[in-house]
C-alpha cells in the first residue's frame, strides 16, 4: 500500500510505533539512530536477559520492517547525509523536544526548502506549542496530564501508573493517521504539512467520556480499584478466581439488569447465595440503593456473594459458563492466556519471525488490521544497531514518488518541479 514511499525515522520510545505502522503498510522506514543506539534499545526485557543493543524486545515491539542507520545530527557529516535522504523522502518522524531540530539546522522551514512535499510529523508531550510545550517530561508525565491516572488505583491511595507506558504508542498512533491525511493531502496539492502531535491530548482521548462530566455538573471521577463509584455506592467488577482474575458486570437497569439475575441463578446452584438473594430485582435493584429501599450494606452482602462464587472455579468454567448462559463476565487474560486463545490463534494472529543473528525465530504480535486486497507482511526483522548504514547511504537517490491526476498530470504545486516528480511504482 506505501511500498513507493520512504519515511526518515528520528523517534525513540514509543513514538517508534508510528514509523512501525508505515513500514507494516509497506513504506521504506530509515530508522536514524545515534551511535549508541536509540534509547528504546537499552529498555528491556532482553532475549535470554542478556543486556544488550540488539537484543531488546522493547525495542522488537516498535520497529520490525524499518532499516537502522547511525548518524550524529550535532555534526556537519550527518545533517548533509540527513538532508540527501529528506531530499527522496515522503515523511519524516520525530520526537525531539520542540524547538531542537530547528537549532541543528534541520527544523521544518529548512526540510522544506529542500523538499516542498515533505510530510514532517513532531511527536512531543505537550505539542509544538503553549505554555508545556517545553516541559520536561516523561510518558508517565504524559499520561498524569491526560487525566488517566486520575482513575487508576485505590481511593485511599495516591494514583497508581499504568503497567505498560501508553501517551507515546497513542500518540504514535494517531500520528500515522494523521500521516496518511496528509499524505492524501498532497496527491490533491502537491505540498507536505507539518503535523503537531501532542502526547497529552492523544492520551486524553482513552478517557473522553469522563472529560466531558464536568460540564454537564456530573459526578466526578474518582479511584476505586477493580470498579467505579457512584454518590455513596462503590461498585465492584474484578474479581478473584482460582487461577486468576475475572471481570463481572454487576450492574442494574433495563440492560444490565437481566444478566445480573442470571448470574445470582448461577451463585445460587452452586450455593452461594439464598433463594430470596436470587430472586432480587436486579432491574431495579440500583434504583432501590439510591432512594434507600435497599441500604447499601446489602450490595456490599451481594458483592461478597459473587467472590465467594468466583474463588470456587477457574477462568475457563466462569468463561463457559457465562456464555452459554448469557452472564456478563470475562477471564482477565495474561500474555500466557493470549498464546493460548483459540480465537487469535483463528486469526493467525501471532507470527514467527526469522532472526538469522540468533540463529531461531521468534514468536511477534501480529498485525494491527487485515486488508481484503493487500496483506501486511513482516518483511524483516527489528534491525541491528546501524545495520543498513552503508546500504541506506550509498543508494543512489531516487525521486519522490507522487501520485498522477487520471489525467497524468499533477498538482499545480509540482508543476515546474521535474526534480520532485516521480513515478508511483
Sequence with gaps: MLSPYRVVDLTDEGAMICGQILGDLGADVILVEPSAGAHARWTGPYVDDLSDVDRSLNFWSLNRNKRSITLDLSTSYARENLFRLVKTSDFLIESFNPGYLDRLGIGYQALAEINPALIMISITPFGQHGPKANWA????????????????????RPPVHVSIPQAYLNAGAEAAVGALIALRARERDGVGQHIDVSAQTAMMMTTAF????PGWNDHPAERVGGGMKQGHLRLRFIFSCKDGHVNVTFL???VFGPSSRRLFEWIYEDGFCDAATRDKDWSGFGLHLMNGTEPAEELARCTECIERFTLSHTKAELSEGATRRKILLVPVSNVEDLLRSEQLKSRQYWTKVEHPELGRQVTYPGTFAKFSQTRIQYRQRPPLLGEHTQEVLSEPRALVRFTPRPDGSFPPALEGRDSLRGRHD
Excluded at 517530561?137 to 485511599?156: I, P, Q, Y
Excluded at 469522563?210 to 462530566?213: G, I, R, T
Design 210 to 213: 469522563y472529560l466531558l462530566a
Design 137 to 156: 517530561a516523561t510518558d508517565l508525565t504524559a499520561t498524569a496530564a491526560s487525566g488517566v491516572l486520575f482513575m487508576t488505583g485505590d481511593e485511599d
Design 252 to 254: 442494574f437497569g433495563t
